[in-house]
């Protein structure tokens, strides 16, 4: 199946080190050579990637590798089809507008037998169920909600609405509006958060470690979410399956 990679910080933050490592796994360290996407919140602005090529020998990839786009909020996604052709409109992550803001959704795992009835705005352009998903999931929020609601109601909405998706099969996502980052668990996704005392990082994938002491402020606060744990010297916890976890300025908190 495929991949996810997520980061929420407190405070603009390039993704440069762990994009890295997971772009390797885009059909050389791994067999996810379907397709890759990344997505990077400016404000209310998004900058956002896709390529059907391999992320491990994508042109696209090795400049999101080496320019530091900076961001609070990040979501990319290696592609492993299992569900519509490898083709530039099946690629991960997908985006909408919902209340005068951009909506960034990628998803690992394979729902079968899904058609959800869809009689709103939201209408999938490639042929993914993930795509399809995502546009079932900005219909209810949008029928859940007259204006935009808070984080936590937001996460209370979505814990209701996840469930109703995961009966159909596996169901890993991440999903950001650019305030915060939610993340769902069906099966792998682990985080991490990076903060003071920082300390040297070393890649899974990729002989390279950084020391993050010599890049980052004493107030900085990085969280990041992935399917399988980047570092082999970081502590990563691991998502239940059903959970649904929600970041904000680089840390996981609850539905208050």
């Not at 390529?51 to 990319?76: F, G, M, T, W």
């Not at 690992?108 to 546009?135: I, M």
């Amino acid at each position: 199946m495929c991949q996810l990679l997520g980061m929420n910080c407190n405070t603009p933050t390039d993704v440069m080190f762990s994009f890295t490592g997971f772009a390797e796994r885009g059909g050389n360290t791994d067999h996810h050579g379907d397709g890759w996407g990344i997505a990077f919140f400016e404000d209310k602005g998004l900058r956002h990637f896709v390529d059907h090529q391999p992320a491990c020998n994508s042109p696209i990839a090795e400049l999101i590798r080496h320019y530091p786009i900076k961001s609070r909020n990040v979501i990319a996604h290696i592609r492993k089809a299992t569900q519509g052709a490898v083709t530039l409109e099946n690629c991960h992550p997908f985006v909408r507008e919902l209340w005068g803001r951009y909506w960034v959704f990628a998803h690992n795992g394979n729902l079968k037998d899904y058609a959800p009835r869809l009689h709103g705005n939201f209408r999938p352009v490639g042929s993914t169920d993930s795509e399809l998903a995502f546009c079932w999931l900005m219909q209810e929020l949008a029928k859940s909600h007259a204006s935009v609601p808070s984080v936590a109601e937001l996460t209370l909405t979505l814990r209701e609405l996840a469930p109703q998706i995961a009966t159909h099969g596996t169901f890993n996502f991440l999903l950001s509006n650019g305030e915060a980052l939610w993340a769902h668990a069906a099966t792998h996704l682990h985080y991490t958060v990076r903060q003071y005392p920082f300390a040297n990082a070393t890649l899974s994938d990729e002989d390279m470690s950084i020391n993050f002491a010599e890049h980052a402020s004493p107030s900085d606060r990085v969280a990041v979410v992935v399917t399988a744990p980047l570092t082999t010297n970081e502590a990563w916890t691991a998502l239940a399956p059903g959970e649904l976890m929600v970041f904000v300025d680089g840390a996981p908190v609850g539905a208050d």
